[in-house]
C-alpha cells in the first residue's frame, strides 16, 4: 500500500477513519426519509423545501444533502443559484421504500442495532463475546433473547434480513436444482421471504418454515401470505435444537451456522440429518471465508460482526464441509452465484 508521497498514504487511513461518519450520513438521510420524499416529489426539490417536509433544521439538512451528492446517493442541479436535489440511481434502487428491491431496513438495523454493538469491538476481541450487555444492558443466554429483546427489535430485525433476499435469493435457490426436493424446510426461516421465493421458484415444491414462535406470530402479522402462497408455505414454530423437526426431502439452512459454535452446529445438523428423507440434502447458505481465512474483506466483517453479535463466525468452505460431513451428508459441493453469499449443498 506504500506510494513515495507519506500524506498520500495517510489520506488512505485517514478515510478508514471517517468511514463511520460516512456509513452514518447514509443511515440518517434513511431515517429521515430523504429518499423517500425526493422519489415521490414529481420534481428536484431545494434543501429548504426538503427541510420543511421532513421537519428538520436547514441548517442541518443542507449539508446532509451535499454530502449525499458526493456519496453519490443524491444528484444536484442549479437552477437561478438554487441547488436542486434528487435521488441518484442507486438511491432510486435501494435506498426508496417504494422501489422492490429496497435495502433500507436493513441500514436502519445497522444503524441502531449493529452500530452500538460495534463500539465496543475492542472489548469484544478481547472477551471473546458478543456485546448485547454493554450496548444495550440485556444478557445473551439464550442468544435471541438478547436479539430479540423487544417486539420492536424484533420486527426490525426480520424486515431487514428478508431485503436481502430480493437482491441475491433467485441466484442462490437456483445455484443448485431444487426441483426434485418436494418437501423443503426453511430452518430457522424468519419471515419466510426465501421460503417464498423458493415456492415461486419451484411450483411443484411445498415449503415449511420452522422458526421460535415470537417469529412464527410476527411473520403471521406483519408479512402475509398471499392467497395463491398458502398452500404452498407455511409455518411451523419450535426449537430447532429441541423440538422435533418437521420430516423434509430438502432442509435450507440460510445465515443459521454462522449464529453458532461448532459444538451447536453439529448439534443441529446432525437433527437435521435425522430429520432428512433418504436421497435428500441440506442447502446452506452463508457468505464464505477464503480458505485462508484473509478475504473477502466483507466476510471478514460479517465474521466479527458474528462475535459482537452472535455466539459464532463466519467459515471457510473446508470448515464448513468439515461440519456436513461429520453430520453424516457426504457429497457436499459448494457454488458462488454472483453477491456476497454462497449455496453449499450437502447430500443423504
Ligand atoms: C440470522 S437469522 C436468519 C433468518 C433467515 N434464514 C434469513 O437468512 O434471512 C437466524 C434465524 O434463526 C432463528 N432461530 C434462532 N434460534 C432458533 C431456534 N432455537 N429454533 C428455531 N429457530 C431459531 C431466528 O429466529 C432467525 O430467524
Redesign the pocket.
Not at 155 to 165: A, H, I, Y
Not at 213 to 231: I, N, R, S, Y
Given at each position: 500500500m506504500s506510494s513515495s508521497d507519506p500524506d498520500a498514504d495517510f489520506g488512505v487511513l485517514s478515510e478508514l477513519a471517517h468511514g463511520f461518519m460516512a456509513s452514518q450520513v447514509l443511515f440518517a438521510a434513511c431515517d429521515l426519509g430523504v429518499f423517500d420524499l425526493l422519489e415521490e416529489a414529481s420534481q428536484p426539490l431545494d434543501a429548504a423545501t426538503v427541510a420543511t417536509r421532513l421537519g428538520t433544521s436547514t441548517r442541518g439538512t443542507r449539508p446532509l444533502l451535499d454530502t449525499c451528492v458526493t456519496l453519490n446517493l443524491l444528484r444536484v442541479q442549479t437552477l437561478s443559484d438554487t441547488a436542486l436535489y434528487s435521488n441518484s440511481e442507486l438511491a432510486s434502487t435501494y435506498l426508496a421504500r417504494a422501489s422492490p428491491r429496497c435495502q433500507c431496513h436493513m441500514f436502519l438495523y445497522l444503524a441502531g442495532t449493529t452500530y452500538p454493538c460495534w463500539a465496543h469491538l475492542a472489548e469484544a476481541v478481547r472477551e471473546g463475546r458478543n456485546q448485547y450487555q454493554r450496548a444495550f444492558g440485556v444478557g445473551s443466554d439464550p442468544l435471541?433473547a438478547a436479539i430479540y429483546r423487544s417486539e420492536g427489535e424484533l420486527l426490525r430485525f426480520m424486515k431487514g434480513?428478508?431485503e436481502?433476499?430480493t437482491l441475491d435469493g433467485p441466484a442462490l435457490l437456483t445455484a443448485f436444482d431444487l426441483a426434485p426436493f418436494a418437501h423443503i424446510c426453511?430452518?430457522?426461516?424468519?419471515s419466510g421471504?426465501?421460503a417464498r421465493l423458493c415456492a415461486s421458484l419451484y411450483p411443484a415444491c411445498h415449503v415449511t418454515v420452522?422458526?421460535?414462535p415470537e417469529?412464527v406470530q410476527m411473520a403471521g402479522t406483519h408479512f402475509p401470505l398471499q392467497e395463491e402462497e398458502k398452500d404452498r408455505v407455511t409455518f411451523q414454530a419450535?426449537?430447532?435444537?429441541l423440538d422435533p423437526l418437521p420430516e423434509a426431502d430438502l432442509f435450507i439452512l440460510?445465515?443459521?451456522l454462522h449464529?453458532w459454535s461448532d459444538q451447536k452446529c453439529s448439534k443441529l445438523l446432525a437433527r437435521v440429518f435425522q430429520a432428512c428423507r433418504a436421497g435428500g440434502a441440506v442447502l446452506v447458505?452463508e457468505s464464505v471465508l477464503d480458505p485462508d481465512g484473509r478475504g473477502p474483506l466483507t466476510t471478514q466483517l460479517y465474521s466479527l460482526n458474528m462475535l459482537i453479535q452472535s455466539e459464532g463466525l463466519e467459515r471457510t468452505a473446508p470448515q464448513y464441509r468439515a461440519l456436513l460431513r461429520g453430520a453424516g451428508f457426504d457429497t457436499v459441493s459448494l457454488r458462488h452465484p454472483t453477491g456476497t453469499y454462497q449455496a453449499i449443498l450437502g447430500s443423504k
Amino acid at each position: 500500500m506504500s506510494s513515495s508521497d507519506p500524506d498520500a498514504d495517510f489520506g488512505v487511513l485517514s478515510e478508514l477513519a471517517h468511514g463511520f461518519m460516512a456509513s452514518q450520513v447514509l443511515f440518517a438521510a434513511c431515517d429521515l426519509g430523504v429518499f423517500d420524499l425526493l422519489e415521490e416529489a414529481s420534481q428536484p426539490l431545494d434543501a429548504a423545501t426538503v427541510a420543511t417536509r421532513l421537519g428538520t433544521s436547514t441548517r442541518g439538512t443542507r449539508p446532509l444533502l451535499d454530502t449525499c451528492v458526493t456519496l453519490n446517493l443524491l444528484r444536484v442541479q442549479t437552477l437561478s443559484d438554487t441547488a436542486l436535489y434528487s435521488n441518484s440511481e442507486l438511491a432510486s434502487t435501494y435506498l426508496a421504500r417504494a422501489s422492490p428491491r429496497c435495502q433500507c431496513h436493513m441500514f436502519l438495523y445497522l444503524a441502531g442495532t449493529t452500530y452500538p454493538c460495534w463500539a465496543h469491538l475492542a472489548e469484544a476481541v478481547r472477551e471473546g463475546r458478543n456485546q448485547y450487555q454493554r450496548a444495550f444492558g440485556v444478557g445473551s443466554d439464550p442468544l435471541f433473547a438478547a436479539i430479540y429483546r423487544s417486539e420492536g427489535e424484533l420486527l426490525r430485525f426480520m424486515k431487514g434480513l428478508q431485503e436481502g433476499w430480493t437482491l441475491d435469493g433467485p441466484a442462490l435457490l437456483t445455484a443448485f436444482d431444487l426441483a426434485p426436493f418436494a418437501h423443503i424446510c426453511d430452518l430457522g426461516g424468519g419471515s419466510g421471504a426465501l421460503a417464498r421465493l423458493c415456492a415461486s421458484l419451484y411450483p411443484a415444491c411445498h415449503v415449511t418454515v420452522f422458526d421460535i414462535p415470537e417469529v412464527v406470530q410476527m411473520a403471521g402479522t406483519h408479512f402475509p401470505l398471499q392467497e395463491e402462497e398458502k398452500d404452498r408455505v407455511t409455518f411451523q414454530a419450535g426449537d430447532f435444537f429441541l423440538d422435533p423437526l418437521p420430516e423434509a426431502d430438502l432442509f435450507i439452512l440460510a445465515r443459521v451456522l454462522h449464529d453458532w459454535s461448532d459444538q451447536k452446529c453439529s448439534k443441529l445438523l446432525a437433527r437435521v440429518f435425522q430429520a432428512c428423507r433418504a436421497g435428500g440434502a441440506v442447502l446452506v447458505v452463508e457468505s464464505v471465508l477464503d480458505p485462508d481465512g484473509r478475504g473477502p474483506l466483507t466476510t471478514q466483517l460479517y465474521s466479527l460482526n458474528m462475535l459482537i453479535q452472535s455466539e459464532g463466525l463466519e467459515r471457510t468452505a473446508p470448515q464448513y464441509r468439515a461440519l456436513l460431513r461429520g453430520a453424516g451428508f457426504d457429497t457436499v459441493s459448494l457454488r458462488h452465484p454472483t453477491g456476497t453469499y454462497q449455496a453449499i449443498l450437502g447430500s443423504k
